[in-house]
């Protein structure tokens, strides 16, 4: 078993930043790929990005690509999403995920671990 908790959500205007922190416990972190997905009301998770879990291999949403970044702290058991610029559109529940070693995927399906969500709000 993996927890994952997130944290680091809120409310920043347009253009603002905010990073995004999941701790992890449980069997060892530095073993799966990490992702972060995000939902909005009446649509489906969606990926947003994700590292292997070595941290050198990772893949971003085409829709944030340029303005958010992630990167994984093996020795603090910690992945983290940093966003800038943010945009309305970006509004949503993000959630971190674990998932097995291998290709990083954009399918929720193959992550086993969850974490509850961060609330983002981007204001205009």
């Known amino acids: 078993q993996v927890q994952l908790v997130e944290s680091g959500g809120g409310l920043v205007q347009a253009g603002g930043s905010l990073r995004l922190s999941c701790a992890a416990s449980?069997?060892?972190?530095?073993?799966?790929?990490m992702a972060w997905f995000r939902q909005s009301p009446g649509k489906e998770r969606e990926f947003v990005a994700g590292?292997?879990?070595?941290?050198?291999?990772?893949s971003n949403a085409g829709s944030v690509k340029g303005r958010f970044t992630i990167s994984r702290d093996n020795a603090k058991n910690t992945v983290y999403l940093q966003m800038n610029s943010l945009e309305p559109e970006d509004t949503a529940v993000y959630f971190c995920?674990?998932?097995?070693?291998?290709?990083?995927?954009?399918?929720?399906?193959?992550?086993?671990?969850w974490g509850q969500g961060t609330q983002v709000t981007v204001s205009s």
């Open positions: 995920a674990a998932g097995m070693p291998g290709g990083i995927s954009r399918t929720p399906t193959r992550y086993d671990y």
């Open positions: 449980g069997r060892t972190f530095s073993y799966y790929n």
């Open positions: 590292t292997s879990w070595g941290g050198d291999s990772t």
